[in-house]
Antibody
Framework: EVQLVESEGGLVQPGGSLRLSCAAS????????MSWVRQAPGKGLEWVST????????YYADSVKGRFTISRDNSKNTLYLQMNSLRAEDTAVYYC??????????????WGQGTLVTVSS | DIQMTQSPSSVSASVGDRVTITCRAS??????LAWYQQKPRKAPKLLIY???SLQSGVPSRFSGSGSGTDFTLTISSLQPEDFATYYC?????????FGQGTRLEIK
């Protein structure tokens, strides 16, 4: 069974940093691109970032480019999102997500439970 | 970036009704489109990918169509568990973008 379990988020001050992790199990982690998607309270879904299976290619939304870094450790079956220079508008539930098939990078069939990141003083 | 526009933003319907939600891309995306269902405080659920392919385990009352810039999600006969918010997403290119959502409410 595919499982994605995100680490706890939390309350961070504006300008602060936080690293999220997503522990994957039930599939060959290195075969799949992985992504982060977020949802601000009461708002819609926003794609944040994607990393290829090898980790060699990364992609970011303009809203987080230069502040967030996606990475993965295939030996630990874990995905990460390092978030720096956090802003109030980064407040959201963050989901890690896996596509349905290896050949499809962005069709998210598997999702973590979501973790709330609140940026506030 | 490709903008995705859904309509309507909300719709009221009854159990047994047929409902159609549309999604328009600001530029052609071939068939690189997905539809998701989201219930409150839950992660989204993939319903349709590649515009018209039914994700495994999704009931056949859900169907998708379209290509290029115009797409539709149809629920043939609404069930009580279908009342939720629906999102389209373009998977043609980075940055991937979602529609603003369509809230399906009980009439």
């Amino acid at each position: 069974e595919v499982q994605l379990v995100e680490s706890e988020g939390g309350l961070v001050q504006p300008g602060g940093s936080l690293r999220l992790s997503c522990a994957a199990s039930g599939f060959t982690f290195s075969n799949y691109a992985m992504s982060w998607v977020r949802q601000a309270p009461g708002k819609g879904l926003e794609w944040v970032s994607t990393i290829s299976g090898s980790g060699g290619n990364t992609y970011y939304a303009d809203s987080v480019k230069g502040r967030f870094t996606i990475s993965r450790d295939n030996s630990k079956n874990t995905l990460y999102l390092q978030m720096n220079s956090l802003r109030a508008e980064d407040t959201a539930v963050y989901y890690c997500a896996r596509p349905n098939y290896v050949d499809y990078t962005l069709y998210f069939a598997y999702w973590g439970q979501g973790t709330l990141v609140t940026v506030s003083s | 970036d490709i903008q995705m526009t859904q309509s309507p933003s909300s719709v009221s319907a009854s159990v047994g009704d047929r409902v159609t939600i549309t999604c328009r891309a600001s530029q052609g995306i071939s068939s690189w489109l997905a539809w998701y269902q989201q219930k409150p405080r839950k992660a989204p659920k993939l319903l349709i990918y590649a515009a018209s392919s039914l994700q495994s385990g999704v009931p056949s009352r859900f169907s998708g169509s379209g290509s290029g810039t115009d797409f539709t999600l149809t629920i043939s006969s609404l069930q009580p568990e279908d009342f939720a918010t629906y999102y389209c997403q373009q998977a043609n290119s980075f940055p991937s973008t979602f529609g603003q959502g369509t809230r399906l409410e009980i009439k």
